[in-house]
């Protein structure tokens, strides 16, 4: 498997917090990437970084903003979690093709 | 809307029977496709990919198949095992650093 890691595996939060998700890679990859992953939804992405604080919006991200300060690292926070927000989690890297997946973050505001 | 879409949300197949997963997309400017495998509890694995130059790949016991006049994309499974059971996520590149745009995938069940 490519060396990503995603932290945490899980987390329930209450509505109206601040969560923050890592994603952390070995691969030196360029791209990172946080998609989230709904029933009837499939994968939609969120936001996406091309490079060190290159970063740009996906599909769905209102209500998250993300950080890339080192090459390793793509951090998704969520400033102030609502219910709808509630999914799990899925960072991804690559390189020029193909993106390779971390287990995923399950994400529950209650 | 969804460019990239799979027509059936599940697919029963006989073990050992041949499984055909379908996809279609609308976006003639996407270059590069990508079929996933994903196993419950985990994330999208890489199964095969293909360029839009080619219309047909071959890997082990998978072959995916493009036809770019009608914008689909389908992936074979030959022989299929209980192991092949997963949602499998078709997923398209346009080229940059835009993100892939995935279906929302086919539940393939294997009958023994």
């Known amino acids: 498997d490519a060396g990503i890691t995603q932290s945490p595996r899980h987390k329930v939060t209450e509505t109206g917090t601040p969560v923050t998700l890592r994603c952390h890679q070995t691969?030196?990859?360029?791209?990172m990437y946080w998609y989230r992953q709904d029933p009837g939804h499939g994968l939609r992405l969120i936001h996406y970084?091309?490079?060190?604080?290159?970063?740009d919006k996906g599909e769905v991200s209102d209500g998250y903003s993300v950080s890339r300060s080192k090459t390793e690292d793509f951090l998704l926070t969520l400033e102030s979690a609502t219910s709808s927000q509630t999914s799990v989690y899925f960072c991804a890297i690559s390189g020029d093709t193909e993106a390779f997946f971390g287990q995923g973050t399950r994400l529950t505001v209650v | 809307g969804e460019s990239v879409g799979l027509h059936l949300p599940t697919l029963s197949v006989q073990e050992g029977d041949n499984s055909i997963i379908n996809c279609a997309y609308s976006n003639s400017a996407s270059d590069y496709f990508i079929w996933y495998k994903q196993e419950s509890g985990k994330g999208p694995q890489f199964i095969i990919d293909i360029r839009s130059n080619m219309d047909k790949r071959q890997g082990q016991r998978v072959t995916v198949l493009l036809n770019k006049t009608v914008k689909h994309l389908s992936l074979q499974i030959a022989a299929t095992q209980p192991g092949d059971s997963a949602v499998y996520f078709c997923?398209?590149?346009?080229?940059?650093?835009?993100?892939?745009?995935f279906g929302k995938g086919t539940h393939l069940i294997i009958q023994p």
């Open positions: 997923a398209e590149l346009r080229g940059g650093a835009d993100g892939l745009t």
């Open positions: 970084s091309y490079g060190v604080k290159d970063t």
């Open positions: 691969e030196n990859h360029r791209y």
